[in-house]
T-cell receptor
Framework: EAGVTQSPRYAVLQEGQAVSFWCDPI?????LYWYQQPRDQGPQLLVY????????NSQLPSDRFSAVRPKGTNSTLKIQSAKQGDTATYLC?????????????FGEGSKLTVL | QQKVQQSPESLSVPEGGMASFNCTSS?????YFWWYRQHSGEGPKALM?????GDKKEGRFTAHLNKASLHVSLHIRDSQPSDSALYFC???????????FGAGTRLKVIA
């Protein structure tokens, strides 16, 4: 069974540039999460979806961040006008559901460096 | 305020020794616990979950949960160099599928 796939693995930007991260969850997983993980810190929840619906995006740092999951499968996280403080690894995870009792399956992450 | 607190920040144990990690939730809505491990350059991988009071053992790993205090611990016996990694505690809110992670504990197993 294929795992969670993320791309690109690495991105290096100048401040002010935009970047999009793509996530393909495990087939059949209806819940999808985006986390931000600064270096040597714990993952911090940004947004999560159940099917195509946003359940909670209140943790997105600013309106420069947006996320969509239009068909309830793949998802894209976009950062507009990136800042140095956005430097982090962006992790996507999916879960088969289970109302908080299901395991999260993570991708390898997309490491962003903003110069 | 961080809902999930972990300690210690880092830990070194000799090969074959016992590694112990602690975690506390500050929000009673978050009372289902998970332990994840992350090796460098990889995403976190689930080790085990614990939802009920008491102990849960899976191989070399034992978790203990006290629901009254919302405190969970993880113990690794016979630690191996391959266990060197970041260990995260995560707590979930069963009402809305939300999972919150702690800041992590870095384990180094010395051969």
């Amino acid at each position: 069974e294929a795992g969670v796939t993320q791309s690109p693995r690495y991105a290096v930007l100048q401040e002010g540039q935009a970047v999009s991260f793509w996530c393909d969850p495990i087939s059949g997983h209806d819940t999808l999460y985006w986390y931000q993980q600064p270096r040597d810190q714990g993952p911090q929840l940004l947004v999560y979806f159940r099917d195509e619906a946003v359940i909670d995006n209140s943790q997105l740092p600013s309106d420069r961040f947006s996320a969509v999951r239009p068909k309830g499968t793949n998802s894209t996280l976009k950062i507009q006008s990136a800042k140095q403080g956005d430097t982090a690894t962006y992790l996507c995870a999916s879960s088969p559901g289970g109302a908080g009792t299901g395991q999260l399956y993570f991708g390898e992450g997309s490491k962003l460096t903003v110069l | 305020q961080q809902k999930v607190q972990q300690s210690p920040e880092s830990l070194s144990v000799p090969e074959g020794g016992m590694a112990s990690f602690n975690c506390t939730s500050s929000d009673r809505n978050f009372q289902y616990f998970w332990w994840y491990r992350q090796h460098s350059g990889e995403g976190p991988k689930a080790l085990m979950s614990i939802f009920s009071d008491g102990d849960k053992k899976e191989g070399r790993f034992t978790a203990h949960l006290n629901k009254a205090s919302l405190h969970v611990s993880l113990h690794i016996r016979d630690s191996q160099p391959s266990d060197s990694a970041l260990y995260f505690c995560a707590a979930s809110d069963t009402g809305n599928y939300k999972y919150v992670f702690g800041a992590g504990t870095r384990l180094k197993v010395i051969a």
